[in-house]
């Protein structure tokens, strides 16, 4: 399983980690590949999975953030190989948003909150700036009902002065790979 941006590194590099038969972490490709996890506790806590590439001299890639966010996994896999493994891929830096306060929320917390809402087809949680955020539901009608449920758990992890907006679209427009963003932030990451 390749945990690489699909539009950056690993188009570039190939595939940076993959799954063995003991399915107890992704395998980093150490002959191609030095890999790091940008955190104070790796092992713990999620950070951004930075990559060196050791086998195009033409365009190397040092340090690259790869826009995953990982933890790693410590000791031999069962299967006996002894590269580094990657515990989990926690999901993507860009999926993750930051409030005026300072913090992260993470996209697959959207996921949550409108999983088994009736007519429900798509939803994008954008964040407009530190204040301003807007929900983007495409659904068969209004779901007022539903709407105070997700209004409560949204607002529960925003800052206090956070503006929500909810908005029912047509459609979600697909980004230039064909894929959707449960979350969008519109402010530098950083």
Not at 22 to 34: K, R, W
Not at 127 to 146: C, F, I, M, N, S
Not at 159 to 174: F, G, M, Q, R, S
Request: charged content about 25%; some cysteine; glycine content about 8%.
């Amino acid at each position: 399983e390749d945990v690489a941006d699909p539009e950056g590194a690993g188009a570039e590099a190939g595939a940076i980690a993959a799954e063995c038969e003991a399915h107890q972490g992704l395998h980093i490709n150490e002959t191609d590949f030095v890999a790091e996890i940008d955190s104070p506790d790796p092992d713990r806590d999620a950070g951004p999975l930075l990559i060196t590439y050791l086998a195009n001299r033409a365009m190397p890639l040092i340090r690259y953030n790869t826009g995953d966010l990982a933890t790693w996994s410590r000791g031999t896999c069962p299967c006996g190989r002894t590269t580094l493994r990657l515990a989990r891929v926690v999901g993507r830096q860009s999926d993750t948003l930051r409030t005026a306060s300072g913090s992260l929320i993470h996209g697959e917390y959207f996921t949550h909150v409108l999983y088994g809402s009736t007519g429900v087809r798509e939803f994008q949680f954008v964040q407009e700036d530190l204040v301003h955020y807007r929900l983007l539901v495409v659904a068969e009608k209004q779901r007022p009902d539903e709407e105070q449920h997700w209004r409560k758990k949204i607002e529960s992890v925003l800052d206090p002065a956070a503006v929500l907006t909810i908005e029912y679209v047509k459609e979600i427009p697909a980004l230039s790979s064909g894929k959707r963003r449960f979350t969008l932030s519109k402010i530098a990451q950083g």
